[in-house]
């Protein structure tokens, strides 16, 4: 079955319980649910992995270079994360990178990334609507089967 893949970095599970004040209440099941039932209208499927090591995310993509396209939230491995960076540059499908908070609004050493460059779009400060909303683009840009 086509899927996309939807990456979540060091500290992203535990969403909810998150800094709510920052991160909003919903958790990552949630997101996933969201995700899940936009792209259910391609028929698609969600492979979501979040990982606390930027190792483990590596193998995350080096096993999904199958998928459609993803949805990859690095979290403050945006800032300095070269090896998350160098397998985002190998991924074969569109990408978009998504924060939840507007890092750029935030203290400064959020506003470098290593990782947007690279993606195709970049959708921050929504909270989850943004990873509804990267679905969608996925889904517009992603062509028919
Ligand atoms: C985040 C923003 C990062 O700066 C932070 O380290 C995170 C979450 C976000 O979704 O807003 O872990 O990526």
Do not use: C
């Not at 919903?26 to 499927?45: H, N, S």
């Not at 403050?76 to 998350?84: I, N």
């Amino acid at each position: 079955m086509s899927s996309i893949l939807l990456l979540n970095g060091p500290n992203l599970g535990i969403l909810g319980r998150r800094q709510p004040e920052i991160y909003g209440t919903a958790t990552l099941a949630d997101i996933e649910a969201a995700v899940a039932k936009r792209v259910a209208e391609r028929g698609w499927e969600v492979v979501s992995i979040q990982r606390e090591s930027e190792g483990e995310l590596i193998h995350a993509i080096q096993d999904n270079y199958d998928a459609l396209g993803a949805i990859v939230n690095p979290g403050a491995l945006m800032v300095a994360g070269w090896s998350l960076r160098d397998a985002l540059a190998s991924f074969p499908r569109p990408w978009i990178e998504v924060h939840l908070s507007n890092v750029w609004a935030r203290e400064s050493f959020r506003h470098e990334s290593v990782i947007s460059p690279l993606a195709t779009g970049l959708i921050a400060g929504l909270g989850p609507l943004g990873y509804e909303l990267a679905a969608d683009a996925l889904l517009r840009i992603v062509p028919a089967a």
